[in-house]
């Protein structure tokens, strides 16, 4: 199976560049050999900028059984924490043909600890155990910790088709924070669909 590296400008929309690929062969489900791993080398281009990488599974759609699960991203912008650490991010309506209220949400969600097999719950119903995944990883369960301020301005804006504003982040950290804080920032249209996002890591020492 090909899989597709990528990267998109740092932002919310916008187009992707591919720039690599790799070939991997993988067992029937359940079989050994699982998981199986693509890997490629990326150096961060030298101009100024933040990227947004993809890995993008190319599986031929009559095999797939589902075609829009194939698709993972990674944006970071790393910075280390001053007095407060302030991002900049672009954000883009990739719609052309209608106006967007758009509305940012600022979460600390990262990837909670594996569990074993064993703690998983014992349903044959399988919508129980997507319920249970879904309350596991729901960013409700991931505010902002006490002692941080998060601060998306402007929080709220209407951007006309293919228009770009620019939003600055700003992270305070508690005295004597010291480790990496990962911080999502969501952008939701005015019926709550999910436009995008970017997680930014606030590094102290």
Avoid at 106 to 114: F, G, H, Q
Avoid at 174 to 187: K, L, R, T, Y
Wanted: aromatic share 8%; charged share 20%; glycine share 8%.
């Amino acid at each position: 199976m090909p899989v597709r590296f990528s990267f998109l400008r740092f932002g919310i929309g916008g187009g992707k560049t591919a720039f690599a690929e790799d070939v991997v062969d993988v067992p029937v489900k359940a079989a050994a050999g699982s998981p199986v791993h693509a890997t490629v080398e990326w150096v961060t281009p030298p101009d100024a900028g933040h990227f947004c990488l993809q890995a993008e599974l190319m599986w031929p759609a009559k095999e797939d059984a589902n075609p829009n699960n194939n698709l993972g991203q990674l944006n970071t912008d790393v910075k280390a924490v001053r007095s407060p650490a302030t991002f900049t991010v672009p954000v883009r309506n990739d719609d052309l043909r209608a106006h967007k209220l758009i509305r940012l949400r600022v979460d600390a969600y990262r990837l909670p600890d594996l569990v074993s097999c064993d703690e998983v719950p014992n349903d044959t119903d399988p919508q129980g155990r997507i319920a249970w995944a879904r309350q596991r990883h729901s960013t409700d369960s991931f505010p902002v910790p006490e002692g941080w301020t998060v601060q998306a301005v402007p929080a709220e804006m209407r951007l006309g088709p293919g228009e770009e504003a620019v939003v600055v982040v700003t992270a305070t950290a508690p005295d004597g924070f010291s480790g990496q804080m990962p911080f999502n920032v969501h952008a939701v249209d005015e019926d709550g669909l999910l436009l995008g996002g970017v997680t930014l890591y606030v590094q102290g020492r």
